[in-house]
């Protein structure tokens, strides 16, 4: 984008009534309308802005394709937890059905003399740990079959079907060393916070600039009314009035407010440096 370096024009008015000498109205001559227009030639300070601007677009982009991966991981490790979740139910209720059994059989040899008590009332212990992991299966697949359908968008009324899933196995030639860097590599969120600090450093460099010289295309169109006593206080009175050409505007001394925003700038690139080596 270089719309810090195209012109811009305004329009505006400064009509007033005069007593005495005409005075000005916020640093304009009182006038029935102006135009006024303006644009920068040489201002590194824009021009760092703008680069910046550019890699905070990038550094958003990269936010949103990394929240993309994060849904999809989401939603791959839903579905794969479900899936074992309701495996691990079916072998639960099996072993349950087969300690109520059990727990019947010991029972009656208890009755007839051939167990001790004890060996009763561990098998009911048995049987009701078989109940209580029933149930806590029951309920976290209820959740994550919640979550699932939050995720894909799929209505909470109707039913899920679990296929089975098959993870592949990683490719013997790769080495863990060798995964863990393709995925930072790949690593969107990452990507964003290298964006951002290049971002950072155009707002440094940014406010480095503020110590150059700013040159500025101008000019400026007014339309005055007899009504303001021009005429008593100029040997000449022209109702139509124009200027045209180059503003410069060197620094001198702003040293304290420069470096306090320095100051403040390097802060932020130091956090985002931070954040990245994290």
């Known amino acids: 984008s270089r719309a810090p370096f195209r012109p811009e024009v305004f329009l505006g008015s400064g009509l007033a009534a005069t007593k005495g000498f005409p005075l000005s109205i916020e640093g ?15 201002n590194p300070n824009l021009k760092n802005l703008e680069k910046m601007a550019g890699q905070m677009r990038f550094s958003a982009e990269r936010s949103l394709e990394e929240k993309r991966d994060d849904i999809v991981a989401q939603t791959v490790l839903t579905y794969l937890d479900l899936d074992k ?18 727990e019947q059989i010991v029972e009656e040899r208890v009755q007839a003399g051939l167990e001790p008590p004890l ?3 561990r098998a009911k212990l048995n049987t009701a740990r078989s109940r209580s992991q029933t149930v806590a299966l029951e309920n976290q697949i209820a959740m994550l079959e919640f979550t699932l ?7 909470q009324s109707e039913t899920i079907l679990i296929e089975p899933a098959e993870v592949p196995a990683p490719s013997r030639e790769e080495t863990v060393e060798q995964l863990v860097g393709r995925a930072l590599e790949n ?9 951002e600090i290049r971002a950072k450093e155009f707002l440094v460099k ?13 000019g400026q169109y007014g339309l005055f009314s007899n009504i303001n006593n021009y005429s008593d206080y100029f040997r000449k009175f022209s109702r139509n009035n124009a200027v045209f050409g180059i503003s410069i505007l060197v620094p001198v001394y702003a040293h304290d407010r420069f470096s306090a925003r320095m100051s403040k700038v390097q802060a932020e690139m130091a956090a985002t440096r931070y954040r990245w080596s994290d």
């Open 28 to 42: 304009s001559a009182p006038s029935i309308f102006t135009v006024s227009t303006s644009q920068a030639l040489f």
């Open 85 to 102: 979740s309701r495996r691990s139910l079916e072998y639960v209720r099996g072993r349950a059905a087969t300690l109520v059994e059990t």
């Open 119 to 121: 060996g009763g009332t």
């Open 149 to 155: 359908r939050d995720l894909t968008g799929i209505p």
């Open 187 to 195: 690593n969107q969120g990452i990507k964003a916070l290298e964006e």
């Open 206 to 218: 940014s406010e480095e600039a503020l110590r150059w010289p700013r040159i500025n295309l101008v």
